[in-house]
Antibody, heavy 121, light 108 residues
Framework: VQLVASGGAVVQPGGSLRLSCAAS????????MHWVRQVPGKGLEWVSF????????YYADSVEGRFSIFRDNTKNFTYLQMRSLRPEDSGFYYCAKAGGIAAADNWFDHWGQGTLVTVSS | EIVLTQSPGTLSLSPGERASLSCRASQRLDSHFLAWYQHKPGQAPRLLIY???NRATGIPDRFSGSGSGADFTLTISRLEPEDFAVYYC??????????FGGGTKVEI
């Protein structure tokens, strides 16, 4: 299993960014996919997840209405579109694979390496 | 939202010693929906335990998870040098939000 996250950059407050996560080594369309972030020096924060077919999507309150998650099961990619970015959105963003195929299997058995988002003027 | 409180914040131990990390939930968790992760600087987090007590693939048996309801424990029976890291608990299930504890740093 391999997850490769990309797209992190320095962006001004109010700006937009799209993160990508390329998946390989497993049946991508069987599993929910998640995004988790970490502000340097602080803890982990779950951001969003999308079920195997995109039928259910969830967001943390801190990003609801500003971030959008989607996936392309033909290309084995998950995306996080981020808008109206704030300085407090800065940090490492990890994509992560759900641990099992059941709806409740939302632990993370594989993680990407993280991509750094910096929101600053 | 379920809040997870981890204690202690920092655990200072020596290689060979036993580590006991606590994770307390603000309400009872359904069906032992609790996981533990190890996180080292510059690396992605690593799954250790899921379902409160199931070791993930490739995790040494010195790591064990226990607990139920709202109180959970991660035990490292004998610390190896590579075990010094930050450890997080996470609760999950069908209904978000998913939440992490604030972490316990295990240091030499």
């Amino acid at each position: 299993v391999q997850l490769v996250a990309s797209g992190g950059a320095v962006v001004q407050p109010g700006g937009s960014l799209r993160l990508s996560c390329a998946a390989s080594g497993f049946r991508f369309d069987d599993y929910a996919m998640h995004w988790v972030r970490q502000v340097p020096g602080k803890g982990l924060e779950w951001v969003s997840f999308i079920t195997w077919n995109g039928g259910n999507i969830y967001y943390a309150d801190s990003v609801e209405g500003r971030f959008s998650i989607f996936r392309d099961n033909t290309k084995n990619f998950t995306y996080l579109q981020m808008r109206s970015l704030r300085p407090e959105d800065s940090g490492f963003y990890y994509c992560a694979k759900a641990g099992g195929i059941a709806a409740a299997d939302n632990w993370f058995d594989h993680w990407g390496q993280g991509t750094l988002v910096t929101v600053s003027s | 939202e379920i809040v997870l409180t981890q204690s202690p914040g920092t655990l200072s131990l020596s290689p060979g010693e036993r580590a006991s990390l606590s994770c307390r939930a603000s309400q009872r968790l359904d069906s032992h929906f609790l996981a533990w992760y190890q996180h080292k600087p510059g690396q992605a987090p690593r799954l250790l335990i899921y379902g409160a007590s199931n070791r993930a693939t490739g995790i040494p048996d010195r790591f064990s998870g226990s607990g139920s309801g709202a109180d959970f424990t991660l035990t490292i029976s004998r610390l190896e040098p590579e075990d010094f890291a930050v450890y997080y608990c996470q609760q999950y299930g069908v209904s978000p939000p998913l939440t992490f504890g604030g972490g316990t740093k295990v240091e030499i």
